[in-house]
């Protein structure tokens, strides 16, 4: 039963090109939640989606970033035009489908490291 | 913002010692749950605190639960160096959804 899986784990853009990172959720899960994370400071919120809907992108940034998790297939996150200050790690998280006022716990990708020259 | 904020940022003790770390939050939650990160690594669950409860315990872990002051701790007893790592609070709204995360307190346990 394979967790969360993030591809890739590495990698590097110059600036002006596009990044997209993937996400697969854990078997079952139905919600992807994206986090960003700067070296030694926690993560940051960015989106939240279930299957063909984004529930919360309040943390997205207005410009260049954008997120998708369809029908069939990964979850993607996508920056257009990096610039130096998109380097990150990038963090998916899967959790099942809430039901009433539930309790869910998170499960987590290794993250995918993304360095804009 | 319902951010979680944890102090110490850093917190440095000998192994076989205790460690304490504090979370305080902002907005009324439905839940609250620690999650630690070694280096390079994605956060993995530790435990999880419904806002009717005080406190509870997982092996080493305790964690306790103050919602008239919007604060968390968690005790890690008898420390190990394995247990050195970076450990966050993540609040959830009150539809257990949307995880706001604090800065995180990173702890070295030093043999």
Redesign the interface.
Same mark, same amino acid.
């Given at each position: 039963n394979a967790g *969360?899986m993030q591809n890739p784990r590495h990698l590097v853009r110059r600036r002006g090109q596009e990044a997209r990172l993937r996400c697969s959720p854990m078997k079952g899960h139905s919600?992807v939640?994206w986090?960003r994370q700067l070296p030694?400071?926690?993560?940051?919120?960015m989106v939240?989606l279930q299957k063909e809907n984004i529930?919360?992108e309040s943390g997205m940034p207005k410009e260049r970033f954008s997120a998708e998790f369809p029908k069939e297939g990964p979850s993607i996150l996508r920056i257009q035009q990096v610039v130096r200050g998109d380097s990150a790690a990038y963090?998916c998280?899967s959790s099942p489908q809430?039901t009433g *006022?539930?309790?869910? *716990?998170?499960?987590?990708?290794?993250?995918s490291r993304l360095t804009v020259l | 913002s319902q951010q979680g904020e944890e102090d110490p940022q850093a917190l440095s003790i000998q192994e076989g010692e205790n460690a304490t770390m504090n979370c305080s939050y902002k907005t009324s939650i439905n839940n609250l749950q620690w999650y630690r990160q070694n280096s390079g690594r994605g956060l993995v669950h530790l435990i999880l605190i419904r806002s009717n409860e005080r406190e509870k315990h997982s092996g080493r872990l305790r964690v306790t639960l103050d919602t008239s002051k919007k604060s968390s701790s968690l005790l890690i007893t008898a420390s190990r160096a394995a247990d050195t790592a970076s450990y966050f609070c993540a609040t959830a709204n009150n539809y257990g959804q949307n995880f706001v995360f604090g800065p995180g307190t990173r702890l070295s346990v030093l043999p």
């Amino acid at each position: 039963n394979a967790g *969360v899986m993030q591809n890739p784990r590495h990698l590097v853009r110059r600036r002006g090109q596009e990044a997209r990172l993937r996400c697969s959720p854990m078997k079952g899960h139905s919600h992807v939640y994206w986090y960003r994370q700067l070296p030694e400071e926690g993560l940051k919120f960015m989106v939240y989606l279930q299957k063909e809907n984004i529930i919360d992108e309040s943390g997205m940034p207005k410009e260049r970033f954008s997120a998708e998790f369809p029908k069939e297939g990964p979850s993607i996150l996508r920056i257009q035009q990096v610039v130096r200050g998109d380097s990150a790690a990038y963090f998916c998280a899967s959790s099942p489908q809430v039901t009433g *006022v539930g309790a869910n *716990v998170l499960t987590f990708g290794a993250g995918s490291r993304l360095t804009v020259l | 913002s319902q951010q979680g904020e944890e102090d110490p940022q850093a917190l440095s003790i000998q192994e076989g010692e205790n460690a304490t770390m504090n979370c305080s939050y902002k907005t009324s939650i439905n839940n609250l749950q620690w999650y630690r990160q070694n280096s390079g690594r994605g956060l993995v669950h530790l435990i999880l605190i419904r806002s009717n409860e005080r406190e509870k315990h997982s092996g080493r872990l305790r964690v306790t639960l103050d919602t008239s002051k919007k604060s968390s701790s968690l005790l890690i007893t008898a420390s190990r160096a394995a247990d050195t790592a970076s450990y966050f609070c993540a609040t959830a709204n009150n539809y257990g959804q949307n995880f706001v995360f604090g800065p995180g307190t990173r702890l070295s346990v030093l043999p």
